[in-house]
Structures are given as structure tokens and as C-alpha cells.
């Protein structure tokens, strides 16, 4: 019997220390079109990961992904994503406008978009988001901007990185 128990708890064990761990990661897609001279973003985090982060940092009481979400869950998405968030374009601090959210499973999708963009020379993505309650936080960052793909990795350590294009 006690060989059964050393071999079911053989078996449980590294179950438990694959699920007590967590990781911390987002993906940020940036496309440039083009055609419509904008900068299109798209974010993916873990809705737990930004709701536990946004109460924390404002204090607030939020839910998200709930039926009954309160209006406020917007402003305050927005107030987090232009404190962490930042585009330059040809070493200009570009403005963005939030477009909205969407919940799919455990994550929540978040749209930028930066308009009226004729060319770019250099692209530098600043992107701390999460980082502040969660220093394992890792982002990823897509773009493509033209025919060049490329990724950045930003960590708390480098949460910026610098694309040139000439």
C-alpha cells in the first residue's frame, strides 16, 4: 500500500508545481496600413492580470468580463493603457484613440489606432503594462510595418525598443 501512495504521489507532485507557477505575458500586434495611412494595435492580456493590476494601481473595484461590467471599466483601461503605452514614429510621441475591447475565454482584446501616419522612418515601442504589479511580466510586441516583421521582447529591465526602417 505505502508503494501505491509514493507512486500516486510521484505522479501528482509535478502537476502541482506546473500549476502554482504563473506566467505573466502579453502580445501587442502593431500593423501599419498602408491604405489607410494608420497604425493598427491590437493587445491581448489576461483579463485577471489587467483587472487585479487596475485595482491596484487606482484603487478601484472593477470587474471585468462580467455582464454587468460598470462604465467606468473603459476610462480606467484607457487612463492605464496611455500611462504604460507609448508609440513614437520618427522619434514623435504619436497620440492614439482606444477603439474598444472585446472578451474572448480569459483574455481580453484591447484596439488603438493612430491615424493620419504617412511614413515611417523609425518605430519605438514603449509598452510597461502589467509591470508595475507583476515584475515577471513579459510583453511581446509584433509589428509589421510594410514588408518588415519584427518582435520585440520587453521585460521590466527594457520595456522599450527601437525599429528603423532606413
Given at each position: 500500500?505505502?508503494?501505491f501512495?509514493?507512486?500516486?504521489?510521484?505522479?501528482?507532485?509535478?502537476?502541482?508545481?506546473?500549476?502554482?507557477?504563473?506566467?505573466?505575458i502579453?502580445?501587442?500586434?502593431?500593423?501599419?496600413?498602408?491604405?489607410?495611412?494608420?497604425?493598427?494595435?491590437?493587445?491581448?492580456?489576461f483579463?485577471?492580470?489587467?483587472?487585479?493590476?487596475?485595482?491596484?494601481?487606482?484603487?478601484a473595484?472593477?470587474?471585468?468580463?462580467?455582464?454587468?461590467?460598470?462604465?467606468?471599466?473603459?476610462t480606467?483601461?484607457?487612463?492605464y493603457?496611455?500611462?504604460?503605452?507609448?508609440v513614437?514614429?520618427?522619434?514623435?510621441?504619436?497620440?492614439?484613440?482606444y477603439?474598444?475591447?472585446?472578451?474572448?475565454?480569459?483574455?481580453?482584446?484591447?484596439?488603438?489606432?493612430?491615424?493620419?501616419?504617412?511614413?515611417?522612418?523609425?518605430?519605438?515601442?514603449?509598452?510597461?503594462?502589467l509591470?508595475?504589479?507583476?515584475?515577471?511580466?513579459?510583453?511581446?510586441?509584433?509589428?509589421?510595418?510594410?514588408?518588415?516583421?519584427?518582435?520585440?521582447?520587453?521585460t521590466?529591465?527594457?520595456?522599450?525598443?527601437?525599429l528603423?526602417?532606413?
Amino acid at each position: 500500500m505505502t508503494k501505491f501512495k509514493i507512486l500516486i504521489i510521484a505522479l501528482i507532485l509535478p502537476l502541482f508545481a506546473f500549476t502554482l507557477h504563473k506566467y505573466y505575458i502579453s502580445l501587442v500586434k502593431v500593423e501599419y496600413k498602408t491604405e489607410n495611412k494608420s497604425v493598427q494595435i491590437t493587445m491581448r492580456i489576461f483579463i485577471d492580470d489587467l483587472q487585479e493590476t487596475i485595482n491596484k494601481v487606482y484603487e478601484a473595484n472593477i470587474e471585468l468580463g462580467v455582464s454587468n461590467e460598470v462604465k467606468e471599466v473603459n476610462t480606467l483601461i484607457l487612463k492605464y493603457i496611455k500611462d504604460n503605452f507609448h508609440v513614437k514614429i520618427n522619434t514623435i510621441l504619436q497620440p492614439y484613440q482606444y477603439i474598444g475591447k472585446e472578451y474572448e475565454n480569459d483574455v481580453v482584446f484591447l484596439y488603438l489606432e493612430l491615424t493620419n501616419v504617412e511614413n515611417i522612418e523609425s518605430i519605438e515601442i514603449k509598452d510597461s503594462m502589467l509591470m508595475d504589479i507583476y515584475p515577471d511580466q513579459k510583453n511581446i510586441v509584433k509589428l509589421q510595418i510594410n514588408e518588415i516583421k519584427k518582435t520585440f521582447l520587453l521585460t521590466v529591465n527594457k520595456d522599450k525598443d527601437l525599429l528603423k526602417l532606413n
